[in-house]
């Protein structure tokens, strides 16, 4: 006895998911086979659409389906200054405080020698580029307050100010340890009021 | 500033795999679009084809890509026996015993009165007329022993033996509670060996 073959293939192409083994691949196979195949099929087509629309902004490196994103397009953004995320989930978080009003650079990671994540991963160059365009005036560091996103911004602010850039970082309203997308606005509010020359 | 929305509408569909939050579902969504676009384009194939080309056999109501499966066509299998499972991974793990070469039902489910699932809903009345269709001499219920498996095997047994049919059970190898799904062949082994009349 065998399984079907697109049933075979569809549970392989599960465990492409972050933390699904072969065992709940198979149990999820069979659960949208058996109970929700329009959710199958929206889902379906929804990683296709992505694949298909979504890249990196060519200024802010953030997801978008432009060339370049509505952030960086809008009129009404202090082009003086450019803040640098880890990802769009934190870009996000910034957001929603209401408190910032600047351009952006999302990194899309941290450096993490460990895990083989280097300057070209995290796209310093384009940063550098970016941040030394004559428009921009101070770069706030707004990596995570952990051991990666630490050093992250230490490396990022060595080689911003040796270009004679103004760097600040986020104040440490921010628990240390803690990661932006878990932190409440408020304390973020606070930190991006607070944030300091580094 | 707003996500991208191909991006929103892929972490809405992810949120219909099951356990899958909304946080989740937007940390899986960015790291296929940075990390695995191979994987989600794979993915996005797996699930479109798979809805379009399973669907359950005619006969024994497992998944299938065709109208009758492999195992409803093999000559060599004996269709004087007949056995009931739950679910296509339950078949699996009794077909991986080896004990076993007769015909299956698949309900796809199991009675569950609380949440509303009754014997329409694991297709008894087909279950009744494959087991009387004079071929059929012995029904062997190989649902889980567990509170809801056993009472849906008690159920048939009693739909069945009304009509004359012998009727087995697995034996008690199979642990008090356990799901045939995580339970070694070996056992399972045993207990089709020792199947007894209900
Ligand atoms: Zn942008
Ligand atoms: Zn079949």
Redesign the interface.
């Known amino acids: 006895?065998?399984?079907?073959?697109?049933?075979d293939?569809?549970a392989?192409?599960?465990r492409?998911?972050?933390g699904i083994g072969p065992k709940s691949a198979?149990?999820?196979?069979?659960?949208?086979?058996?109970h929700?195949?329009d959710?199958?099929?929206?889902?379906?087509?929804?990683?296709?659409?992505?694949?298909?629309?979504?890249h990196h902004c060519a200024s802010c490196n953030t997801?978008?389906?432009n060339e370049i994103c509505?952030?960086c397009l809008d009129p009404e953004r202090d082009a003086a200054l450019l803040c640098v995320v880890e990802?769009?989930?934190d870009?996000?978080m910034i957001?929603q405080t209401l408190t910032y009003k600047g351009m952006y650079f999302v990194l899309?990671?941290r450096l993490s020698p460990l895990d083989g994540i280097g300057p070209r991963d995290i796209h310093l160059e384009r940063l550098m580029r970016r941040a030394t365009d004559g428009v921009v005036q101070e770069v706030v560091l707004a990596t995570n307050f952990t051991n990666e996103g630490e050093a992250t911004a230490h490396y990022i602010s060595e080689t911003l100010k040796a270009r004679g850039l103004k760097v600040s970082r986020l104040a440490r309203g921010v628990p240390v340890g803690g990661e932006l997308e878990y932190v409440d606005a408020g304390t973020i509010a606070r930190a991006m009021l607070d944030r300091r020359s580094t």
């Open positions: 006895m065998k399984t079907p073959s697109s049933l293939f569809l392989e192409a599960l492409r998911l972050p198979q149990r999820i196979a069979y659960h949208l086979m058996q929700d195949r959710g199958a099929a929206m889902l379906g087509r929804a990683l296709t659409e992505a694949v298909e629309r979504i997801f978008t389906e509505e952030t990802t769009p989930a870009q996000l957001e899309m990671g």
